[in-house]
């Protein structure tokens, strides 16, 4: 009986490094995202979950996939966009996109899921340390990540009288496409966010891949928001 990892956003990044390392543990993992993971083995659902009706691509890969199981599965809500927008100056549609990636698309998920989670599966949402604080210029990420929180809380208090956990990983700055095109490959803007951490560097993909492995193994983490940042610095 196989364990299934179930995660959007694999086809790179934090995704991409959390797909090898579920494999290496011998789980079968599907990534869900526009483009494929080109890790081994991993089954993948190319959809836009920006786009309204991504259901219909997904729920029958599911029933072929992980529904045919019993194991346990760990969903990995990773996926996101990060753009640069104002809270004072936001265009509906452009809200909406962000919306239907950064939340939206986990409360669909979880409805899909929710019938294949059996004792020992979870659901972990990747937040942010923008999840708990604000900076100015990326405002709909800032309140989707915070949303993703309140998802949490709400999954953890639904799940009541289950043996199935949730917990909302909240990684630091990390090597990953989405923090290079922020950084717009400035070094000196580079050597001044790995100043920015208390190691006076840039966090791993693979690091949150590890910490993400280790949390849908703990379940007395149910519930907890944990921020993975190598300890930030704060200015
Ligand atoms: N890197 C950091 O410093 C940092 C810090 C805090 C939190 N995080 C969080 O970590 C998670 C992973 O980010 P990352 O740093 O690994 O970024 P990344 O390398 O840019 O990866 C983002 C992933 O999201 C997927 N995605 C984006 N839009 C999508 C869409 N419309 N439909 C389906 N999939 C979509 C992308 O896949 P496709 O392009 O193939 O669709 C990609 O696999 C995100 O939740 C992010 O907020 C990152």
């Known amino acids: 009986m196989a364990d299934w990892a179930l995660i959007t956003g694999a086809s790179r990044g934090i995704g991409y490094a959390t797909a090898a390392r579920f494999r290496a543990e011998g789980w079968r993992v599907m990534n869900v995202s526009r483009h494929p993971c080109t890790?081994?083995?991993?089954?993948?659902?190319?959809?836009?979950?920006?786009?309204?009706?991504?259901?219909?691509?997904?729920?029958?890969?599911?029933?072929?996939?992980?529904?045919?199981?019993?194991?346990?599965?760990?969903?990995?809500?990773?996926?996101?966009?990060?753009?640069?927008?104002?809270?004072?100056?936001?265009?509906?549609?452009?809200?909406?996109?962000?919306?239907?990636?950064?939340?939206?698309?986990?409360?669909?998920?979880?409805?899909?899921?929710?019938?294949?989670?059996?004792?020992?599966?979870?659901?972990?949402?990747?937040?942010?340390t923008l999840s708990e604080k604000a900076v100015k210029g990326i405002a709909s990420y800032v309140v989707t990540k915070h949303a993703l929180v309140g998802m949490m809380?709400?999954?953890?208090?639904?799940?009541?009288?289950?043996?199935?956990?949730?917990?909302?990983?909240?990684?630091?700055?990390?090597?990953?496409?989405?923090?290079?095109?922020?950084?717009?490959?400035d070094a000196a803007a580079r050597a001044s966010v790995a100043a920015r951490t208390t190691f006076g560097r840039i966090i791993t993909p693979e690091e949150i891949a590890d910490f993400l492995y280790t949390c849908a193994n703990t379940p007395v983490l149910n519930g907890a928001v944990l921020h993975a940042n190598l300890g930030q610095v704060e200015t």
Do not use: K
Request: aromatic content about 4%; hydrophobic content about 40%.
């Open 153 to 185: 809380r709400s999954t953890c208090q639904e799940l009541v009288g289950t043996q199935i956990h949730t917990a909302c990983v909240c990684p630091g700055f990390t090597d990953t496409e989405i923090l290079r095109e922020h950084l717009g490959g």
């Open 39 to 128: 890790v081994p083995d991993v089954v993948n659902v190319e959809v836009d979950l920006s786009v309204p009706g991504w259901e219909a691509t997904f729920a029958p890969a599911l029933r072929e996939g992980p529904g045919q199981g019993g194991g346990r599965v760990c969903l990995v809500h990773n996926a996101a966009r990060y753009v640069h927008d104002e809270v004072l100056a936001m265009d509906a549609d452009h809200f909406r996109q962000v919306l239907e990636v950064n939340v939206v698309a986990p409360a669909v998920l979880n409805r899909l899921v929710r019938p294949l989670l059996t004792d020992g599966s979870s659901i972990l949402y990747v937040g942010s």
